[in-house]
């Protein structure tokens, strides 16, 4: 093998592929990256044994193919203190030793045997791939799969639920006390529902190009789904398992409804923070529009107590409409954690009563977005669920 390329380029490459190398491997080959050419392209490949795989293309001028199993950290960390040249990788001959040389720094780096890398998995040709916006499913990854648990005790609650029929594709995330719930219009058909891993949808996330679309089918054995790009393939593990009713959970009317700006909830709920993480993470929620004086706006109150230090009180404007409500007990985190990842103006904060579960939507919706939080106790004793949780 001998191949000349942007510096740029194949640090980029190594850092893209490194999100799929495992912290800990009983195989030394995983502690490797693959090099191949692959036509006129550079392919590098890497993959962490427990089903995520990735490769990444890149431009590259072959004067002669081959391929050859490099340690992942040492080239990375490698490529990445060289200037910005070109830089060219040659086999010596009848070894595994890689030169390296890019302006007047060189290297040479004893790699493996290829053939000892893993091959990437089969591919279903007959089979018609989901086609997506990257920016739309980068989009839907941040706005689900924060809420799923990272508690492996359920595991079915550590995965993003997808699927994909009747116009629609429908992503979801949960753990025993909030749901995220997002859809979004598509043409294809999914022939059955996937449960990936959430913080590998993460991964994916991190890495998805700002433009151009993504290609998202199942391999032939039915254990992973493959996003494609024209540089990228992210190889995805898949959990088996039936996933909970989770429709069950999203309220289907509410008798009040907060209209706000998303930013100002969002300084609110950090004004909170403090107070509350002395208190369970415990905000006590109040929803005044009927009491208010004629001409004045509602109002959205946030109260948290650390107790014997203080009190802090952050007060909204609103539109609300329907009753008011007192004293709604919600979880900080939850709070602060969804109001990160919308983008948009103004959310509605929608409530049957203080018991039952709660939800956050868009004000306009132009996006079908949902996200479902369970109430805590009332009784300032008592900082535990007090609704049924996702089962």
């Not at 093998?1 to 999100?19: F, P, S, Y």
């Not at 006129?40 to 995520?52: C, F, K, P, R, Y």
């Not at 909170?272 to 993470?281: I, Q």
Request: hydrophobic content about 40%.
């Amino acid at each position: 093998m001998k191949i000349t390329c942007a510096q740029q380029e194949l640090a980029r490459a190594l850092t893209i592929v490194g999100h799929a190398f495992p912290r800990r491997s009983t195989l030394p080959v995983l502690a490797n990256v693959h090099v191949a050419t692959d036509g006129e392209l550079l392919q590098v490949s890497a993959s962490n044994g427990e089903g995520v795989s990735i490769v990444y293309r890149l431009a590259a001028t072959i004067e002669v193919h081959g391929s050859i199993a490099l340690p992942a950290k040492l080239l990375t960390d490698y490529i990445g203190s060289l200037q910005a040249n070109p830089v060219s990788l040659a086999l010596q001959e009848d070894t595994y030793v890689c030169h390296i040389s890019c302006g007047r720094s060189s290297a040479d780096i004893n790699g493996m045997d290829p053939s000892q890398f893993p091959l990437m998995p089969a591919l279903d040709d007959e089979q018609e791939p989901i086609v997506l916006e990257a920016t739309e499913l980068k989009e839907i990854i941040e706005q689900v799969a924060f809420a799923a648990t990272q508690d492996t005790s359920r595991p079915i609650f550590t995965g993003v639920y997808l699927t994909a029929k009747s116009g629609q594709l429908t992503c979801v995330a949960a753990d025993s006390f909030r749901l995220a719930v997002r859809n979004l219009p598509i043409a294809e058909h999914l022939s059955e529902a996937l449960l990936i891993p959430a913080r590998v949808m993460e991964q994916l996330a991190r890495i998805l190009p700002k433009a151009g679309t993504v290609e998202m089918c199942i391999t032939p054995r039915r254990n992973l789904v493959r996003f494609h790009t024209p540089s990228l393939d992210f190889f995805a593990p898949l959990l088996k398992g039936t996933y909970a009713n989770y429709q069950a959970v999203l309220p289907k009317v509410w008798r009040t409804r907060a209209v706000m700006e998303r930013q100002a909830l969002a300084a609110a709920v950090k004004e909170v923070e403090p107070f509350a993480r002395d208190g369970s993470n415990l905000v006590r929620v109040t929803l005044r529009g009927q009491e208010t004086q004629e001409g004045e706006p509602g109002t959205v109150t946030l109260q948290a107590t650390a107790e014997e230090l203080g009190t802090n009180v952050s007060v909204i404007p609103a539109t609300i409409s329907g009753d008011d409500q007192q004293e709604i007990c919600l979880n900080t985190r939850y709070l602060a954690d969804v109001l990160a990842v919308l983008d948009m103006p103004e959310i509605a904060l929608e409530v049957v009563s203080p018991l039952r579960p709660i939800e956050i939507t868009p004000a306009l919706a132009s996006t079908q977005y949902h996200y479902v939080m369970m109430p805590l106790s009332t009784r300032a004793s008592d900082t535990t669920q007090s609704t049924p949780r996702l089962q």
